[in-house]
Nanobody
C-alpha cells in the first residue's frame, strides 16, 4: 500500500484547509485510514481515524468540532477538512493506513502504512 498526502500549506488562524490522502497498491489491505501530526520537538500524535467500510470515526479532543475526516471508497482517498485552524495545529500531517481498527485513540504503532507527510503552518 502506498499513500500520497497533499493539501498542506500556510494559512492564518481561523482559516480552513483540506488535506487529502490517496491510497494505491494493495488497497484491499486497508481497513482503516487516519491522520497523525507531528509538531517540531514533539512526538507524533493521533488526530483522527475512519474505518473504511462502516464509516466509524474518532477524533482527538483537540480537534473535535473543527476537523472532519471523510472517505471516498471509489477513489481510495481520505480527506481531512480542517476548519477554525489555530497556531497549535501547526505540524507535519501524516496519513496512515492499516487493516484493523485499533480503538478510538490509536497510537502510531498501530498503522503499517504511512504517507510522506504534508506541512500545515498556521500563523497567528
Amino acid at each position: 500500500v502506498q499513500l500520497q498526502a497533499s493539501g498542506g500549506g500556510l494559512v492564518q488562524a481561523g482559516d480552513s484547509l483540506r488535506l487529502s490522502c490517496a491510497a494505491s497498491g494493495r488497497t484491499d489491505n486497508i481497513g482503516v485510514m487516519g491522520w497523525f501530526r507531528q509538531a517540531p520537538g514533539k512526538e507524533r500524535e493521533f488526530v483522527t481515524v475512519i474505518s473504511w467500510n462502516g464509516g466509524r470515526t474518532s477524533y482527538a479532543d483537540s480537534v473535535k468540532g473543527r476537523f472532519t475526516i471523510s472517505r471516498d471508497n471509489a477513489k481510495n482517498t481520505v480527506h481531512l477538512q480542517m476548519n477554525s485552524l489555530k497556531p497549535d495545529d501547526t505540524a507535519v500531517y501524516y496519513c496512515a493506513a492499516d487493516r484493523w481498527w485499533r480503538g478510538t485513540d490509536p497510537g502510531p504503532g498501530g498503522f503499517a502504512y504511512w504517507g510522506q507527510g504534508t506541512l500545515v503552518t498556521v500563523s497567528s
